[in-house]
């Protein structure tokens, strides 16, 4: 997917900001606290989430909150990538690794990363949905283990056709269709029923994902 510039909304003001302001938005606007304030995107642009991860959320509770908003199609396995660190959902019996085992995401996010740093993730081994996330300071603690911030607005992709907003993808060569036009590739034989919906998600298009 191409980069581009999404905008967002503040949960706390309601406020409207750029993918590039929101972080420093949300330090002035919520003030600083006891959880971590960190942000999870795909790359520049496109999709992207701030959030809150209360003292005793785990990668765990991380875990659950990405796959329940952006990635949960078929219960895959997933992990985190921390310091050189492997952190993953499930864990295999002994000697089914090379290298160090794996560690269980049982961990506090408040131990395993500290303000500054950074990590990667990984959802489906398989058709693999990768994100990077950074540890960008402090801030107040919400109601939830993991509490949303601000996330990246849907996003207007085009019809591969007629350039309206299209509205399905194809899951083999990702080209995008609207419902009044006719399949934009040869891959499906019944595009409007064998496609998936377009979504506000990095998982879009992928598996059996469908928001």
């Not at 290298?99 to 959802?123: D, I």
């Not at 058709?127 to 960008?136: A, D, H, N, Y």
Request: aromatic share 8%; hydrophobic share 35%; with cysteine.
């Amino acid at each position: 997917m191409p980069a581009l510039k999404t905008r967002g909304c503040c949960v706390h003001c309601n406020k409207d900001f750029p993918s590039t302001g929101m972080g420093q938005h949300l330090a002035a606007c919520l003030g600083t606290g006891p959880a971590l304030h960190i942000a999870v995107d795909v790359g520049p642009g496109t999709w992207w989430m701030h959030l809150a991860l209360a003292p005793s959320a785990t990668l765990r509770h991380l875990d659950d909150f990405l796959r329940a908003t952006w990635l949960e199609c078929c219960g895959h396995l997933s992990g985190f990538d921390i310091g050189g660190v492997r952190f993953e959902s499930s864990l295999g019996g002994a000697g089914e690794y090379w290298g160090a085992k794996p560690r269980s995401m049982a961990a506090k996010t408040s131990t395993v990363l500290p303000v500054g740093s950074a990590f990667g993730y990984e959802y489906d081994f398989g058709s693999t949905t990768t994100l990077r996330g950074r540890v960008i300071g402090r801030t107040p603690t919400g109601a939830a283990k993991v509490t949303l911030l601000a996330r990246n607005e849907p996003i207007l992709w085009p019809c591969a056709t007629c350039r309206a907003p299209a509205t399905r993808i194809c899951p083999f060569c990702g080209l995008m269709g609207c419902a009044a036009c006719k399949s934009p590739c040869g891959c499906l034989r019944d595009f409007a029923e064998e496609s998936l919906p377009v979504v506000n998600s990095p998982r879009m298009g992928v598996c059996a994902y469908s928001g």
